[in-house]
Structures are given as C-alpha cells and as structure tokens.
C-alpha cells in the first residue's frame, strides 16, 4: 500500500519565521512513518519555495505531494493567502480555510464577534498609521483607563505587542506596534490569570473536543514578550490552577469561538480568567506544534500522542 505524501509547509515571509520553523520540524519528526512520506517545503523569508532543498513554484506541488500540513504561522501562512494558492491548486490541507483564517487573523473583528455573541473581550480602540500617534494616544487615554496593552491587528506570538502604564509609555508602545503592522489595538488591560485552551474537531466523539485549560505562568512583569515566549522557559501548565468552574468555562468558550468563527481542524484560545468573569483575547487558527508549546502539552495531558493527533489532523483534511 502507497504512502501518502504529505508535504510540510514551513518557513514564510512573516514575523513568525522562527517559530514556524520549529512547528514544522516537530511535524515532520513525529509523522507516521509506515503511512506517510514526509517532505519538507520551506518557503524561505523572501517568498521562494523549495522541495527537499530545491527551488520550485507553488503550481508544482501537485506533482509531489498528496496533502499539505500547514506548519506557517502569522502573514501569509495564517491570514488566508496560502490557504487561497492550495485551495487553487486543487490541494486539501490542514488547518482553516481561506475565509476562517483570514477573519481570525484579524483581531478587531474576531473582538466584536465575541461582544455581539455576549462573550467577555477587553475593550479596545482601533489605530491606523495615519494616526498622529500623540492624538491617538489621547483619545486612547480618554476612553480606557490604564494600563494597556498595545499590539498588531493582524500579528501573533507576542510580536509587536507591549503594555504600557504611562501616556508616555503608551505613545511609544503605538509607535513601535506601528512598525509591525498598519492598524494596532489597543486594549484594556485585564488582570488575572491568563489560560490558552486548544479545540480540535471530530475527536473522541465530540464534533469540537476541547483540551484541558492550560493556566500561563506570568513571567515577574507579569507580560510575556515574543522572547521570553520562546526563550525556553516553562511558561505554563496543564491542566492550570482553576476552579471547575473557570476551567469548564474556559473549555465551553473554546468550542464556541472556533465554531462562531468558522475555523476547521483544529485552533486554540486565549484568555483571561479576572474576578469578573472569564474574558475571551483572541485566537490561534494555527498554533504552535514545537514539542513545547502549550497544544504539545495539551495532547499530553489527556493521553494522545504528538503522532496521533498528526495522523488526525491529516485524516480530517483528507476527508472531503
């Protein structure tokens, strides 16, 4: 019996190269041998692709591979642009779909998703480029009370974000958001403890399953910046220190944004868990799947391997 050839998209031109990079060699380790041919496409930070090492075009793929395991975070690889080239190709794939990805990259309009569906999200202003950056962090400094935290719309693990205390602080936090994207949110700050929960579909005879809620472990300024991200630290646990009430909540929260959102396969959520309610930050339609990250933790938590949640995944992109 033939092997399916399953191709690992990995790399990409955004800010989140590095991480994809680690996604992507955890996939490749961990499939199935006997079931699967793995081949490493990396697309490289100036947009060209290659094949076990060699250059090819995107229109290519067809001839060697079967199915493609998304393994690019961020730009590009999250926001729909690759899912449009693979759905053109006729090629099935993992992760969401083009409409999915791209809404759920967006955080402002997956923030009034949840506001227009009661679910609890910070409160935010969005600023764009244009914006004089002294008047906008006025306007933000009368409509939010402070501290705020201060990210890229349309960014993930951390990049660009910071948290601010001051006006001043806050003009220069939207300063270098800027730099990383053409709109920034800029939100309330909710104090709490933040948890991350993981949503996979069809799994254990549930059409969404949720994983145990994983409680992150604040670093001492209480802020995890892209680095300390993935500085190697351990920087969460599961399942997290909650009552059995935040934590079924959380889990409840979890199936209903990645069903509100339209997303497939699998994604995984952010929170805050404050003693006014569980508040809902964004979401990952493409998380992390280096051996450390908290969805890796997650599948150890309830008893399933890296290789067979792989062989899952893989199993509902192929299922039409």
Known sequence: ????????????????????????AGVLKNLNQNKYEANDILITRDGLWHYKGLPILPAELPKYIDVAFNALHGEFGEDGQVQGILNNLGLPFT????????????????????????????RGLVLEKSDQVFLAASEVFKKISPPWIVKPMDKGSSVGVYLAKTFKELELAIQNSLRFSDYVLVEEYIRGKESTCGAVDN?????????????????ANNFWSYEDKYSGLNNSRCPGYFSE?????????TKKIHKLLGLRHYSRSDFIVSPRGVYALEVNTLPGLSLASPLSKSMEAVGLSYSDFLDHILDLALTK
Do not use: W
């Not at 019996?1 to 996604?23: A, I, N, Q």
């Not at 799994?203 to 670093?219: C, D, G």
């Not at 009430?245 to 929260?253: G, R």
């Open 1 to 24: 019996m033939s092997k399916t050839r399953v191709g690992v998209l990995r790399g990409g031109v955004g800010c989140e190269y590095e991480v994809s990079l680690s996604t992507g």
């Open 95 to 122: 992760g969401s779909d083009r409409y999915g990805s791209s809404l759920g990259m967006n955080k402002y309009e997956v923030k009034e998703i949840l506001k227009d569906n009661d679910i609890l999200t910070p």
């Open 203 to 219: 799994f254990r005879n549930h059409e969404i399953y949720s994983f145990p809620a994983i409680e992150v472990l604040k670093p």
């Open 245 to 253: 009430s935040e934590s079924e909540q959380i889990q409840v929260l």
